[in-house]
T-cell receptor, first 115, second 113 residues
Framework: DADVTQTPRNRITKTGKRIMLECSQT?????MYWYRQDPGLGLRLIYY???????NKGEISDGYSVSRQAQAKFSLSLESAIPNQTALYFC??????????????FGPGTRLTVL | LAKTTQPISMDSYEGQEVNITCSHN???????ITWYQQFPSQGPRFIIQ???TKVTNEVASLFIPADRKSSTLSLPRVSLSDTAVYYC??????????????FGKGTKLSVIP
C-alpha cells in the first residue's frame, strides 16, 4: 500500500552493527506494527504501538527495539544485528476505531541480510 | 495464546472453487477471524473478516461454524492471479494485557492453467 512506506527496501549489514528500519504512513492511523517474515514461519509480531506514547512487545521482541517518533512514524532498531535476524520485515497500520484485529495495511517490506 | 493451523499448500485448476480451512481451537469470545492474501515480495492484503456464520464480499466468502473453532475461506472460480499465500489471522489477547496477533503459517495456493 503506497500509503505505508518503508526505508530502506533492502539492506545488507554485518554482525554487530546497529540497524534502523523506518516506517512512515499517511493514512492517519493511530496503530502501527512491526512484523518479521521468515520462510515457512509466516508473519510474527515484533512490536506494536497504539499511539505515540504506547509501545508493546509482540511475540518475538528480543533483540529489537522500537521508537514511535510521531503518529506517522514507527522505527524498528536492531542494536547489534546477528545473522538469524536476516528476514523480511513489514510495517503495518490500522485505524483506532477498527482495532488491531481488523484490517491492517502493510508496507512493501524491507529485506534485511545480516552477514 | 491462540494458534492457527492451515494446510501448507493447495493446488487448484483455473475456474474451480477453492476452500481453505483454518483451525483456531483457542479462539476467544471477542476475537474476529481475518484472512489476508500475500503475493511474492509484497505485504499482505486484507481479503475478508468475520465473527460467525457467513460473510461474503466481492472477492471471497468466509464460513464460520457455530463453535467458531475453525473457518473456511472460499474463493469462487479462481484464476492464475489468485496464486498467492493466504493467511488466517485471529485476534488474540494474552499475558499482561498485551495483544498477540497471530498469523497462521499460511497456505500457498497454486492455480494451474
Amino acid at each position: 500500500d503506497a500509503d505505508v512506506t518503508q526505508t530502506p527496501r533492502n539492506r545488507i549489514t554485518k554482525t554487530g552493527k546497529r540497524i534502523m528500519l523506518e516506517c512512515s504512513q499517511t493514512k492517519g492511523h493511530d496503530r502501527m506494527y512491526w512484523y518479521r517474515q521468515d520462510p515457512g514461519l509466516g508473519l510474527r509480531l515484533i512490536y506494536y504501538s497504539f499511539d505515540v506514547k504506547d509501545i508493546n512487545k509482540g511475540e518475538i521482541s528480543d533483540g529489537y527495539s522500537v521508537s514511535r517518533q510521531a503518529q506517522a512514524k514507527f522505527s524498528l532498531s536492531l542494536e547489534s544485528a546477528i545473522p538469524n535476524q536476516t528476514a523480511l520485515y513489514f510495517c503495518a497500520t490500522s485505524d483506532r476505531d477498527r482495532g488491531p484485529y481488523n484490517e491492517q495495511f502493510f508496507g512493501p517490506g524491507t529485506r534485511l541480510t545480516v552477514l | 495464546l491462540a494458534k492457527t493451523t492451515q494446510p501448507i499448500s493447495m493446488d487448484s485448476y483455473e475456474g474451480q472453487e477453492v476452500n481453505i480451512t483454518c483451525s483456531h481451537n483457542n479462539i476467544a469470545t471477542n476475537d474476529y477471524i481475518t484472512w489476508y492474501q500475500q503475493f511474492p515480495s509484497q505485504g499482505p492484503r486484507f481479503i475478508i473478516q468475520g465473527y460467525k456464520t457467513k460473510v461474503t464480499n466481492e472477492v471471497a466468502s468466509l464460513f464460520i461454524p457455530a463453535d467458531r473453532k475453525s473457518s473456511t475461506l472460499s474463493l469462487p472460480r479462481v484464476s492464475l492471479s489468485d496464486t498467492a499465500v493466504y493467511y488466517c489471522l485471529v485476534g488474540d489477547r494474552s499475558g499482561a494485557g498485551s495483544y498477540q496477533l497471530t498469523f497462521g503459517k499460511g497456505t500457498k495456493l497454486s492455480v494451474i492453467p
